[in-house]
């Protein structure tokens, strides 16, 4: 079954750059969500998107942006990168919202931000 | 802050029943309760989720109490893979998914 394909897996970006971050949801899923997961830590819930419109948002930095598009995929735009920035970044989509009967998220395999 | 109370940590023997235990007593009439599973650094995965009968996948099975303040996730026949930590997690509210700290899970071989 198709899963959700997050790119790039592997990011290195240094201080101050920016790195955009991209989220393919599984096909007909029209729920996109963001986390962000540090060092031993779990993962912190960002932002999240419902039919392309923003529905929720939690601690994400002003530095960070984020859209969902036409065709449902959606990215995360990351500024003036910090050494704290560094991290595990998820995306999971759902098909409905978190909490309907079939609104399990489901998680892609994550990219990895280096900001040296 | 998450609803849910779950052990640190728990072990279980290869090819035996891994029994993770949840408590969730001040859980709403029309909240589910999920589980999920996060293998080290790897996406958490969802395992199943119920809202007050018993559910099976292929993966596991949830045993929720008839008053729902509590449920066990069973794993019937633990491998070595199924080393993660797990999360029992109810929705607070709006979209966001609060992972507690879970209960890591070693399967012994």
């Known amino acids: 079954a198709a899963g959700v394909i997050q790119s790039p897996r592997h990011l290195i970006k240094e201080k101050r750059e920016t790195a955009t971050l991209k989220c393919y949801p599984i096909p007909r899923h029209d729920t996109v969500y963001w986390y962000q997961q540090g060092p031993g830590q779990d993962p912190q819930f960002l932002i999240s998107f419902y039919e392309k419109m923003q529905s929720d948002k939690g601690s994400i930095p002003d530095r960070f942006s984020a859209q969902q598009f036409s065709d449902y995929h959606s990215e995360l735009n990351m500024s003036s990168l910090e050494l704290g920035d560094s991290a595990l970044y998820f995306c999971a989509s759902s098909l409905g919202r978190w909490g309907d009967p079939s609104g399990e998220q489901y998680f892609g395999p994550g990219t990895r931000l280096t900001v040296t | 802050d998450a609803k849910t109370t779950q052990p640190t940590s728990m072990d279980c023997a290869e090819g035996r029943a891994a029994n993770l235990p949840c408590n969730h007593s001040?859980?709403?009439?029309?909240?589910?309760v999920y589980w999920y599973r996060q293998i080290h650094s790897q996406g958490p995965q969802y395992i199943i989720h119920?809202?007050?009968n018993n559910e099976t996948n292929e993966m596991a099975s949830l045993i929720i109490t008839e008053d729902r303040k509590s449920s066990t996730l069973i794993l019937p026949h633990a491998t070595l893979r199924d080393t993660a930590v797990y999360y029992c997690i109810v929705r607070i509210r709006d979209d966001k998914i609060i992972f507690g700290k879970g209960t890591r899970l070693h399967i012994l071989p």
């Open positions: 119920g809202l007050k």
């Open positions: 001040t859980i709403s009439g029309n909240e589910y």
